[in-house]
């Protein structure tokens, strides 16, 4: 299976764009990127996805590195409400996702 | 709210006994997921539905738990013989699949299960 690899936590402060890097050095080449995020007590939450070019919508951006090894999550403005744990996952098989343990958003106001 | 509900939000049960579990997926949505999550790490992947066939079950997935989706509609979890090790948080989740195209998955509140 194809894995991610995220940092354990982040900080940011509020109102501040935030980068959330993730590697993939095995992806393959039919494996959809999707981030989502978990907000306490919540069920995880769909962000964005990509395949090869950059994606925006209107919650964040999404940049693909060119050989699709990494990729990093940009929220353009982080607010209070933004600080959850972020999963970088691969689409395996457009299937089920594997998740891995995900970054720690912290935002200070 | 994403649209898909869970029931019960919380279950306490005594070890040996048997749970069920209900997802109500987002109704046009073909696709049915069961995820469990225990504290501090990323949800699991167990099984997906796609309609009512049962397509993929995670190595996780012991004899002791089966999973249904009659009619393509809601799902059950169930547990049998319920150990302290199934103490987690069971994850829903439900897609419209189809054209090969990453799709998102809409998760459900999540059932908070604990075995004493």
């Known amino acids: 299976d194809a894995k991610t690899t995220q940092p354990n936590s982040m900080e940011s402060n509020e109102e501040e764009p935030v980068h959330l890097p993730c590697n993939h050095s095995?992806?393959?080449?039919?494996?959809?990127i999707h981030w989502y995020r978990q907000l306490p007590s919540q069920g995880p939450e769909y962000v964005i996805h990509?395949?090869?070019s950059n994606v925006n919508n209107r919650m964040a951006s999404l940049a693909i590195a060119e050989d699709r090894k990494s990729s990093t999550l940009i929220l353009h403005r982080a607010t209070l409400r933004d600080a959850a744990v972020y999963y970088c996952?691969?689409?395996?098989?457009?299937?089920?996702?594997?998740f891995g343990a995900g970054t720690r958003l912290t935002v200070k106001p | 709210d994403t649209g898909v509900s869970q029931d019960p939000r919380h279950k306490i049960t005594k070890r040996g006994q048997n749970v069920t579990f209900r997802c109500d997926p987002i109704?046009?949505?073909?696709?049915l997921y069961w995820y469990r999550q225990t504290l501090g790490q990323g949800p699991e992947f167990l099984t997906y539905?796609?309609?009512?066939?049962?397509?993929?079950k995670s190595r996780l997935l012991s004899d002791r738990f089966s999973a249904e989706r009659p009619k393509g509609s809601f799902s059950t979890l169930e547990i049998q013989r319920t150990e302290q090790g199934d103490s987690a948080m069971y994850l829903c989740?439900?897609?419209?699949?189809?054209?090969?195209?990453?799709?998102?998955?809409?998760f459900g509140p999540g059932t908070r299960l604990t075995v004493t």
């Open positions: 989740a439900s897609s419209l699949h189809g054209g090969g195209r990453g799709v998102e998955q809409y």
């Open positions: 095995t992806i393959s080449g039919t494996d959809y």
């Open positions: 990509g395949l090869t």
């Open positions: 996952i691969l689409m395996y098989n457009n299937n089920d996702m594997r």
């Open positions: 109704s046009e949505h073909n696709r």
């Open positions: 539905f796609q309609n009512e066939a049962q397509l993929e």
